[in-house]
């Protein structure tokens, strides 16, 4: 059964009246809720422009963002709302709380989240628990499990290790995080030696071949992403997702809670992000897959991140504002590009299931 449009504004209403983290956890548990219950908005992802990615089937190129299912909680119920895919987490091996309350600011006049969450998860027993609940049945597009290190690890590509041993097997994909500003020295592991020592282990850790990915911070300089594309042209990685969050703030940004620490996401990530998604494929060529994420508000930005060279592309924030049609309005705006490339594969009108 699915929810009808008016529902689901009306829900969105409501939820923007809380604080925000609490409209966060509330909007997992609603979610989670519908999916007990077998409801949906849409009913499934929306078939438009699937393609082949990856060697996985998409519905359409529009997932949702790691960050806001961090635990793998309302997986089918955000399928149902239209997404391609989607992917959990971060994840890491032992439950941790994050950083302090409140630790989650709306800047409305400026389309934009702040947040410095600080990898809040319920750990590896918890994840693995409903992801092999999820996994009895089969998902309608890929699912990908997004690994994280915990705050006080003495061994960070340990815990990364340790998450790809465990969550392997239930995933479509699998995301090395080294891009959240919100661990203090995660983002030192994004050089090039430190890259190689850390996905080696991953790689090693896999029981079964799972794609790879890895995903960056926006707030990279040119020797930055000559680095990370050296490794990624190895035999480590299978794809990118650029970016995270930004701890830079532009000057044009119009609330007075600008200047809290954390991360930037929504509508001024937009520029700063495609750019460094436009230098990442420039440097890479054509065919590895890269996931653009960060700002994306409208049909013209998803068509934006695919014309500074996205594969697919990511949402999270963008929602809270614009709300479940976005995916829609993004997935139709993507999938009108014209341009192909490999990796990039077109299933033929023919092949598509309805």
Same mark, same amino acid.
């Given at each position: 059964?699915?929810?009808?449009?008016?529902?689901?504004?009306?829900?969105?209403?409501?939820?923007?009246?809380?604080?925000?983290?609490?409209?966060?956890?509330?909007? =997992?548990?609603?979610?989670?809720?519908?999916?007990?219950? %077998?409801?949906?908005?849409?009913?499934?992802?929306?078939?438009?422009?699937?393609?082949?990615?990856?060697?996985?089937?998409?519905?359409?190129?529009?997932?949702?963002? @790691?960050?806001?299912?961090?635990?793998?909680?309302?997986?089918?119920?955000?399928?149902?709302? &239209?997404?391609?895919?989607?992917? =959990?987490?971060?994840?890491?091996?032992?439950?941790?709380?994050?950083?302090? /309350?409140?630790?989650?600011?709306? +800047?409305?006049?400026?389309?934009?989240?702040?947040?410095?969450?600080?990898?809040?998860?319920?750990?590896?027993?918890? @994840?693995?628990?409903?992801?092999?609940?999820?996994?009895?049945?089969?998902?309608?597009?890929? +699912?990908?499990?997004?690994? &994280?290190?915990?705050?006080?690890?003495?061994?960070?590509?340990?815990?990364?290790? *340790?998450?790809?041993?465990?969550?392997?097997?239930?995933?479509?994909?699998?995301?090395?995080?080294? !891009?959240?500003?919100? *661990?203090? %020295?995660?983002?030192?592991?994004?050089?090039?030696?430190? +890259?190689? /020592?850390?996905?080696? $282990?991953?790689?090693?850790?896999?029981?079964?071949? /799972?794609?790879?990915?890895?995903? =960056?911070?926006?707030?990279?300089? $040119?020797?930055?992403?000559?680095?990370?594309?050296?490794?990624?042209?190895?035999?480590? +990685?299978?794809?990118?997702?650029?970016?995270?969050?930004?701890?830079?703030?532009?000057?044009?940004?119009? !609330?007075?809670?600008?200047?809290?620490?954390?991360?930037?996401?929504?509508?001024?990530?937009?520029?700063?992000?495609?750019?460094?998604?436009?230098?990442?494929?420039?440097?890479?060529?054509?065919?590895?897959?890269?996931?653009?994420?960060?700002?994306?508000?409208?049909?013209?930005?998803? @068509?934006?991140?695919?014309?500074?060279?996205? *594969?697919?592309?990511?949402?999270?924030? &963008?929602?809270?504002?614009?709300?479940?049609?976005?995916?829609?309005?993004?997935?139709?705006?993507? %999938?009108?590009?014209?341009?192909?490339?490999? &990796?990039?594969?077109?299933?033929?009108?023919? @092949?598509?299931?309805?």
């Amino acid at each position: 059964m699915a929810l009808s449009e008016q529902s689901a504004r009306l829900f969105a209403r409501l939820l923007g009246r809380l604080p925000p983290e609490a409209a966060h956890r509330w909007s =997992v548990r609603l979610l989670r809720g519908a999916q007990a219950l %077998g409801l949906s908005l849409e009913g499934g992802p929306h078939r438009l422009a699937p393609r082949r990615v990856l060697g996985l089937e998409f519905p359409n190129p529009v997932g949702l963002a @790691a960050g806001f299912d961090k635990d793998a909680e309302a997986v089918r119920a955000a399928f149902g709302l &239209g997404f391609g895919f989607v992917e =959990v987490g971060s994840i890491v091996p032992r439950a941790q709380p994050g950083n302090p /309350r409140p630790r989650v600011f709306r +800047l409305p006049e400026d389309g934009a989240v702040i947040n410095r969450y600080g990898f809040n998860s319920k750990g590896l027993d918890y @994840a693995e628990r409903r992801l092999g609940r999820l996994r009895r049945h089969p998902l309608p597009g890929p +699912l990908g499990i997004n690994l &994280g290190a915990n705050k006080a690890s003495e061994d960070r590509a340990a815990d990364y290790a *340790t998450g790809a041993r465990r969550l392997a097997p239930y995933a479509d994909y699998l995301v090395v995080n080294v !891009s959240s500003p919100n *661990t203090p %020295g995660l983002r030192t592991l994004q050089d090039a030696a430190a +890259l190689d /020592r850390l996905l080696e $282990p991953v790689r090693a850790a896999m029981p079964v071949a /799972r794609p790879l990915l890895l995903k =960056v911070a926006p707030d990279l300089e $040119p020797v930055d992403i000559d680095d990370i594309a050296a490794v990624a042209q190895g035999p480590l +990685l299978d794809g990118l997702i650029v970016g995270n969050t930004t701890v830079a703030r532009p000057a044009s940004l119009r !609330s007075a809670l600008a200047g809290e620490a954390g991360g930037l996401s929504g509508r001024p990530l937009m520029a700063p992000s495609t750019a460094v998604l436009k230098a990442f494929r420039q440097r890479l060529g054509p065919d590895l897959p890269i996931v653009g994420v960060g700002g994306i508000a409208s049909g013209a930005d998803a @068509a934006a991140k695919r014309a500074a060279g996205a *594969t697919l592309v990511q949402l999270y924030t &963008g929602l809270i504002y614009e709300g479940p049609a976005l995916i829609r309005a993004a997935a139709e705006a993507f %999938g009108a590009g014209a341009d192909r490339r490999p &990796g990039d594969r077109r299933i033929p009108e023919t @092949a598509r299931s309805g």
